[in-house]
């Protein structure tokens, strides 16, 4: 194998890991969920990292690789992408954050989850840090538990955002901005293998 195809083949195992994480983020709960989204940024970001280096292996590279590139960094979802990256590696931040916003009776916000609490449950949390709900159980001699279960209700609206939008202030969906992030990313490998891979496919 060549050392291109080895690259090319190193930036497609790193685009996995970083589905991989988004994955996690999408089907976790509590800090589970947030180890997803920090691996998702952190491997996206890698994916640009490995595939600079074919400008070792491939003399067209840097004019290509440059015309890509200047888009991403124009694209807002790669900046914050970016900038959470950063965060995440020199601050330990894991870049997004929970809200809740409840209209309604207490009854009316605990829905189902009020409406169905079992019997071993002695409390119930909607939105935690992570953006989940559930049941708690109490233990006297070590931290509380957290049950985690799905909870969809009319009157609660909540979940992770990555941060307000400078113009609208409207929230940006953490998930929805991962999901775009790295699709961007695995059109940027499919484009690089179309480019590069063709010649030493042998």
Not at 180 to 199: C, H, N, P
Request: charged share 35%; net charge negative; with cysteine.
């Amino acid at each position: 194998m060549s050392e291109t195809s080895e690259i090319l083949e190193r930036a497609e195992r790193t685009l996995r890991a970083s589905y991989a994480g988004l994955e996690t983020f999408k089907n976790n709960n509590g800090e589970a969920k947030f180890i997803g989204f920090r691996n998702a940024v952190t491997m996206g970001r890698s994916v640009t990292f490995v595939l600079q280096n074919l400008s070792s292996t491939e003399d067209s590279f840097d004019e290509w690789y440059d015309k890509r590139v200047d888009v991403l960094k124009e694209d807002p979802a790669c900046q914050r992408m970016v900038e959470l990256r950063n965060k995440i590696e020199k601050e330990g931040d894991e870049g997004v954050t929970n809200y809740v916003k409840a209209n309604g009776t207490g009854s009316q916000i605990l829905g189902e989850l009020g409406r169905n609490k079992p019997s071993w449950a002695d409390g119930i949390f909607i939105a935690d840090q992570y953006g989940g709900s559930g049941y708690t159980i109490e233990h006297s001699d070590t931290p509380n538990e957290k049950y985690y279960v799905d909870f969809d209700n009319e009157y609660v609206d909540f979940g992770v955002y990555t941060r307000k939008d400078s113009e609208t202030k409207e929230r940006i969906d953490a998930e929805d901005d991962l999901e775009y992030y790295i699709r961007l990313l695995a059109e940027l490998v499919d484009d690089a293998k179309k480019e590069f891979g063709q010649s030493h496919s042998n």
